[in-house]
């Protein structure tokens, strides 16, 4: 796995996913992609507790044209469509036509 480091602040977000992705060289061989932020609460954005919608938002502009699934894993109790609304991501998902969904976990009790 290839890894890139970038110092970045919100103010240019922008730009430094850019350079993260042009660092490693990435390009999709898809034409849908799946981004996983960490939102496991009904945090708001811009508090640094969970990763802010504007971080995704520049993933989304690198990557135009292209299907976008966001999918989150809601800690236990917490209703996925609060979370998605109150951290910014309904909204994110309205403006870029993106599919929202929530991970599941399943356990499989086979040894």
């Given at each position: 796995?290839?890894?890139?480091?970038?110092?970045?602040?919100?103010?240019?977000?922008e730009?430094?996913?850019?350079?993260?992705?042009?660092?490693?060289?990435?390009?999709?061989?898809?034409?849908?992609?799946?981004?996983?932020?960490?939102?496991?609460?009904?945090?708001?954005?811009?508090?640094?507790?969970?990763t802010?919608?504007?971080?995704?938002?520049?993933?989304?502009?690198?990557?135009?044209?292209?299907?976008?699934?966001?999918?989150?894993?809601?800690?236990?109790?917490?209703?996925?469509?609060?979370?998605?609304?109150?951290?910014?991501?309904?909204?994110?998902?309205?403006?870029?036509?993106?599919?929202?969904?929530?991970?599941?976990?399943?356990?499989?009790?086979?040894?």
């Amino acid at each position: 796995m290839t890894v890139s480091v970038v110092h970045a602040t919100m103010e240019d977000i922008e730009a430094k996913v850019d350079k993260a992705l042009a660092l490693i060289g990435y390009q999709p061989k898809k034409d849908a992609i799946f981004i996983k932020p960490n939102v496991p609460n009904a945090g708001l954005a811009g508090q640094g507790l969970f990763t802010d919608p504007k971080v995704v938002k520049a993933l989304l502009k690198c990557f135009p044209g292209r299907e976008i699934v966001v999918g989150e894993g809601c800690f236990v109790g917490c209703d996925a469509l609060r979370v998605f609304q109150r951290s910014g991501y309904a909204e994110l998902a309205e403006e870029y036509s993106l599919r929202l969904t929530k991970l599941y976990q399943t356990l499989d009790n086979q040894s």
